[in-house]
Structure formats: C-alpha cells, structure tokens
C-alpha cells in the first residue's frame, strides 16, 4: 500500500464524518480520493497544482480542503485518527518534536513600513534672500 494513502481500517473510522451524496445534481468525487489527495500534498509540501492527476483536479481537492477545514470535518479526521494510534501503542505520546528553524524576515513585514532617511528642514530646503525675493524699484 502506498504510505500516502489510507488503509481500509482508517477509511471505515472516518468514513460516516463525510456527507453523503445528494440526490440530485453532479455526483461528487469520492472523499476516500480526496482526503488521500490531501494526505498527499501535506506528506510532500507540493503545491496544489502539483497534486498528481491520479488523485483528481487539484482545485477540487482544494476546495474539499478548504470547506473541510472551516468546518471542522477535518478536525474530527484527526481526532479519530490519533485515537487509533494511542489506542494501538504506535503513537509514542512522549516524543513531540518543535521545528526550531528561524527566519529573519524583511523589516516591512511587521507591518510597520519602511524606515525613511530623516532630513533636517534647515539644511535641505535653500533658503531664499530676501533681496532676490522682493522685486527691485527703478
């Protein structure tokens, strides 16, 4: 079995979290293809329009991603999910492993704005004589 793709016992824990299909209308892509499209762009970090075609259009699986997201199915996945592997001993619940890596970001990304040169008004502006400044009497 592919290690991006469900197994049969994680499909039937999950399975009934998914709607099913509406009566009339388009029928929809599979959710065991959609949730093992997703699967794989999280296991890989690719962007969504690399997603392989064997997994169906990427914007559909993005969409499915999205609405799944906002409304907590994906949530109950997980959960489901990771009961299975604490209940079988194969989740180690001590190791937890925190990405350390730092990147310095550019100093406009705080929101804050690029910083100007600050300029002494008296020195940049030219001051005018005041006797070019008045007109001349004859």
Known sequence: ?????LSDTQWVLISD???????MGRP???SREIMDA???IMRTGAA???LPEEYGPFGTAWDLFDKWTSDGT????LNRLRSMEVDSGDLDLTLWCVDGTSIRAARCA???GKKTIQRNRK???WAVPEAVSQPRST
């Open 38 to 40: 997703i699967f794989w």
């Open 1 to 5: 079995m592919p290690r991006h793709r």
């Open 28 to 30: 929809p892509r599979d």
């Open 74 to 77: 994906l949530d109950g996945v």
């Open 17 to 23: 979290l998914f709607p099913a299909p509406k009566r």
């Open 48 to 50: 969504w329009r690399d």
């Open 110 to 112: 705080g929101g804050g």
């Open 123 to 125: 020195t940049t502006h």
